[in-house]
């Protein structure tokens, strides 16, 4: 068995015994031991009660976190004539229509949102096996298909952040940087799992949020109270 290293040892033996904390204090923790040479990413994870796979149990949504992600992000946007240039005048570092899908076919993928004008829905719809998997494909109920690039791009350039849950039931994204100041941080989380409440669908029987836990990108996890999680 592999020797585990010290910062390894450090961050289990300050997780060790604790569990179902206030977001205050969870906060306090995973920040503390994210110490890593790069500034870490604070992730939170929630296991909710939904099967995905039944459409009324699916849960998605978009929150603009009030303190930004720290993290910067690439926008692609399909479109054309004034609206490419109105996307381009807003930030968005990508920006094309057939050859953007050419590009994209041919594997290359450097951007983390992509939005489009729906006229361009019929050739951003060729890429649905390619973008689908990667939580990348625009969609009108996340405003990722719309006629205001402009604002779209401005709301994914500051801090907006999508969520989806996955087969398992799972909702994941990055809240902020190990950087942020504490408050910050428990203000994002707070926001985030408000829309996750907010989000619930219809068909979900039962609990609905099961767990929530947080983690930096080379940290433990530590599970928070659900209950202290959804109060504001």
């Known amino acids: 068995m592999a020797k585990?290293?010290?910062r390894t040892t450090a961050a289990r033996e300050a997780f060790a015994g604790k569990e179902n904390l206030t977001v205050e204090d969870a906060v306090a923790l995973v920040k503390g031991n994210a110490n890593a040479k790069f500034d870490e990413t604070i992730e939170i994870s929630m296991n909710l009660g939904v099967d995905p796979r039944h459409a009324d149990q699916m849960v998605r949504g978009v929150i603009g976190l009030p303190n930004g992600t720290g993290k910067d992000v690439r926008v692609a946007v399909f479109a054309r004539g004034p609206k490419a240039e109105e996307a381009q005048a807003a930030g968005a570092d990508i920006v094309g229509a057939e050859d953007l899908m050419e590009t994209v076919q041919g594997g290359t993928i450097d951007f983390d949102r992509c939005i489009a004008t729906p006229d361009m829905m019929p050739i951003v719809g060729r890429l649905g096996k390619v973008l689908g998997p990667?939580?990348?494909?625009?969609?009108p109920k996340v405003g990722t298909v719309?006629?205001?690039?402009?604002?779209?791009?401005k709301a994914a350039k500051g801090g907006e952040v999508q969520?989806?849950?996955e087969k398992a039931g799972v909702v994941h994204a990055g809240v902020g940087k190990a950087s942020f100041d504490e408050a910050k941080l428990v203000e994002n989380i707070?926001?985030?799992?408000?829309?996750?409440?907010?989000?619930k669908p219809a068909g979900a029987k039962g609990t609905?949020?099961?767990k929530v836990s947080l983690s930096s990108t080379m940290g433990p996890g530590v599970s928070v109270d659900v209950e202290n999680?959804?109060?504001e």
């Open 4 to 6: 585990l290293g010290k």
């Open 134 to 139: 990667r939580n990348l494909m625009p969609n």
């Open 146 to 153: 719309t006629m205001d690039v402009a604002d779209a791009v």
């Open 163 to 165: 969520f989806k849950a």
């Open 190 to 199: 707070r926001a985030f799992v408000g829309a996750v409440a907010k989000a």
């Open 208 to 210: 609905y949020m099961k």
């Open 229 to 231: 999680a959804v109060t």
